[in-house]
Nanobody, 128 residues
Framework: QVQLVESGGGLVQAGGSLRLSCAAS????????MGWFRQAPGKEREFVAS????????YYADSVKGRFTISRDNDKNTVYLQMNSLKPEDTAVYYC?????????????????????WGQGTQVTVSS
C-alpha cells in the first residue's frame, strides 16, 4: 500500500506563491506516476500536473502551464507542486495521487480512474 500526506496549503493573495508537498510512504514508488489534482466547490476533480517517480515527461493542465511546477525528491520520498502567480480561480482542495504506470502519456496521466492511491487533500485559497 501507498500512503500519501499533503501539506503546504493555505491562504494567499492573488499573485502570490505556495509550495505543496506530498510525502509518500509504504512501498517503492519507482514504477509509479505521481499526480496533483484539485477540486473546487461544486466542480469535478481535475488534473493539475503529473511526474513519473523514476523520471520522465511532466504534464500540466493548460490552466496552470507556465505558473506551476511539479518536482520530486527521491531521497525524501516527496513530490512538490510549486504554484506561482496564483489566481482566485486556483482556489480548491489539492490532492496528491499515485498510480502504477500501466499506461503512459498525458491522456493516461490526467484520468482520475487510473490513480489507486490518494491523499486527504490540502486547501488552497487565493484571495483577490
Amino acid at each position: 500500500q501507498v500512503q500519501l500526506v499533503e501539506s503546504g496549503g493555505g491562504l494567499v493573495q492573488a499573485g502570490g506563491s505556495l509550495r505543496l508537498s506530498c510525502a509518500a510512504s509504504g512501498r517503492t514508488l519507482s514504477n509509479y506516476v505521481m499526480g496533483w489534482f484539485r477540486q473546487a466547490p461544486g466542480k469535478e476533480r481535475e488534473f493539475v500536473a503529473s511526474i513519473p517517480w523514476s523520471g520522465g515527461t511532466r504534464y500540466y493542465a493548460d490552466s496552470v502551464k507556465g505558473r506551476f511546477t511539479i518536482s520530486r525528491d527521491n531521497d525524501k520520498n516527496t513530490v512538490y507542486l510549486q504554484m506561482n502567480s496564483l489566481k482566485p480561480e486556483d482556489t480548491a482542495v489539492y490532492y496528491c495521487a499515485a498510480r502504477y504506470s500501466y499506461c503512459s502519456g498525458y491522456g493516461c496521466d490526467r484520468r482520475l480512474k487510473e490513480y489507486s492511491h490518494w491523499g486527504q487533500g490540502t486547501q488552497v485559497t487565493v484571495s483577490s
